[in-house]
């Protein structure tokens, strides 16, 4: 089984920063993909970004240019970077991670707030 905790959550006013990083523990053969997704107050849950293991990545059009996804795999950790936030960025960030090792799997983290004020 493994285990996500994310960090890095906050208040930031609007043009600013933050950075959010999830670390994956328990056994682990391998991690495929490890991503962010959010949802904000009566949303649907969404993709915001995900890098696969060889670092290809994907975000979701609201945050391109603004938010840089990067995994560290020796160290099974996640990291996203997220610039230039806008009040609608607002939401419970959620740590994924994906892998078929010794079966399919998925895991998650427990969330953490990240508030934009305009």
């Known amino acids: 089984q493994v285990q996500l905790v994310e960090s890095g959550g906050g208040l930031v006013q609007a043009g600013g920063s933050l950075r959010l990083s999830c670390a994956a523990s328990?056994?682990?053969?391998?991690?495929?993909?490890m991503g962010w997704y959010r949802q904000a107050p009566g949303k649907q849950r969404e993709l915001v970004a995900v890098?696969?293991?060889?670092?290809?990545?994907n975000y979701v059009d609201s945050v391109k240019g603004r938010f840089t996804i990067s995994r560290d795999n020796a160290k099974n950790t996640v990291t996203l970077q997220m610039n230039s936030l806008k009040p609608e960025d607002t939401a419970v960030y959620y740590c994924?991670?994906?892998?078929?090792?010794?079966?399919?799997?998925?895991?998650w983290g427990q969330g953490t707030q990240v508030t934009v004020s305009s």
């Open positions: 994924n991670a994906q892998g078929a090792l010794p079966y399919a799997w998925v895991s």
């Open positions: 890098i696969a293991s060889g670092g290809r990545t």
């Open positions: 328990g056994t682990i053969f391998s991690i495929n993909s």
